[in-house]
């Protein structure tokens, strides 16, 4: 009897031991990226490169500032696009869970979740830039806000539902029009995980590089004019990424350090909002 309650400790340990083995193994790749980059790149980072723009080839010195304030717009703008879309198809979803409408609209979201990037780019394109015959800021975010839409949709539809039902019907009870009872009560209730939806989707974009070939394409100077083409950090990276100047090549290491640090950011936020939340419901 002994003896197999020992044999079974021990194949209790070794399992644990694998599953701990293969558990730093996933997390190893994660692991030696953020050392690579922070290695390479933390060392560019200073006044100039933070603030300053890109100098023409042959120059020394120049900064990536025309990249994170054209990320900045990109964010804003696709936000601005995809929040309301996404919120409101996630409020839809959660009331009406039958329906023809709603399972096609479940239907699209899932296809659009899976959907290359590079293929919403060349939509994008072929919506905005060949009509008004320019990359624009404007292209790149309606190509991200695309692919923003459905983890906000999805993530306010499931938040919505583990909503009690005894506060909607408290609320249509004591006589409050069907829209405040929504915008009032059920939206505010879940706040915190439609913040992390929100956020979330953000953090995907903000390193998409494929659709901003197609839209936003790039600018070497200063643009906050929605209208023409702006830079981005991702389109910075490639392009310092793919030159021949070693130079370039570390500032491609230092535009992808605080690409790294802003997503990082997002992501930690966005799951303490999501404990936070969890622990509220």
């Known amino acids: 009897m002994g003896g197999h309650l020992r044999g079974r400790l021990v194949k209790d340990l070794a399992f644990k031991g694998i599953v701990c083995l293969f558990a730093f193994l996933s ?44 990320t900045l717009m990109l964010i804003v703008l696709s936000s601005v696009i995809s929040i309301p879309c996404g919120i409101t198809a996630g409020i839809y979803l959660s009331e009406n869970k039958e329906g023809k409408l709603s399972n096609t ?28 015959k320019t990359f624009s800021a404007l292209s790149g975010g ?23 039902y005894h506060l909607k019907e408290a609320s249509l009870a004591l006589g409050v029009p069907y829209y405040k009872t929504i ?47 702006i830079d981005s950090l991702p389109y910075r990276i490639f392009y ?21 640090v802003l997503t990082l950011a997002l992501n930690l936020i966005a799951r303490g909002i999501s404990a936070k939340w969890k622990t509220r419901f």
């Open 27 to 70: 997390l190893l790749p994660l692991f030696l990226i953020l050392y690579y980059i922070t290695k390479n790149g933390i060392a560019v980072i200073d006044w100039d490169f933070l603030f300053h723009l890109p100098r023409p080839i042959g120059e020394t010195g120049g900064g990536v500032a025309n990249a994170i304030v054209g």
């Open 240 to 260: 310092y990424a793919m030159s021949p100047y070693p130079e370039w090549h570390s500032f491609a290491w230092g535009a992808s350090f605080i690409l790294v």
């Open 142 to 164: 309606v190509a991200l806000s695309v692919m923003m839409l459905p983890v906000i949709v999805k993530t306010t539809e499931e938040t919505l539902k583990l909503i009690p």
């Open 183 to 229: 915008l009032k009560v059920i939206l505010p209730s879940g706040l915190s995980g439609i913040l992390t939806g929100i956020l979330l989707s953000v953090a995907r974009i903000t390193g998409e590089t494929a659709p901003l070939l197609f839209t936003a394409f790039g600018n070497q100077f200063m643009n906050i004019n929605i209208f023409k083409p």
């Open 105 to 132: 609209i479940r239907l699209s979201v899932i296809v659009l979740q899976g959907t290359p990037s590079i293929v919403i780019g060349i939509i994008a394109y072929l919506w905005i830039v060949a009509p008004l």
